[in-house]
Nanobody
């Protein structure tokens, strides 16, 4: 069973920053696109951003310029750096590894943006 292990969620004030991490098995990390999704209460899960195995990132429009997805190939870890956080960014954030029709998910980590 493939395990994606997330860390770094928490409570932050509006305008603050958080950095999420997700570690994956090397056999997956090297060839899969690694991404981050989020799901707010009562909402569907949505893509936040992802980075291909070749290192090309892409983002959902509402987070462009505020969030950065990066991967450390030596540590088999993908990061989501979130700046200028807004209350509407509050959600459970999930790490995802995807290749073709195959996808794996992390357990999710809560991010709450509130004063």
């Amino acid at each position: 069973q493939v395990q994606l292990v997330e860390s770094g969620g928490g409570l932050v004030q509006p305008g603050g920053s958080l950095k999420l991490s997700c570690a994956a098995p090397g056999s997956i990390f090297r060839i899969y696109t690694m991404g981050w999704y989020r799901q707010a209460p009562g909402e569907q899960r949505e893509l936040v951003g992802a980075i291909t195995s070749g290192g090309r990132p892409y983002y959902e429009d509402s987070v462009k310029g505020r969030f950065t997805v990066a991967r450390d190939n030596a540590k088999n870890t993908v990061f989501l750096e979130m700046n200028s956080l807004k209350p509407e960014d509050t959600a459970v954030y999930y790490c995802n590894a995807a290749k073709g029709v195959t996808a794996y998910w992390g357990q999710g980590t809560q991010v709450t943006v509130s004063s």
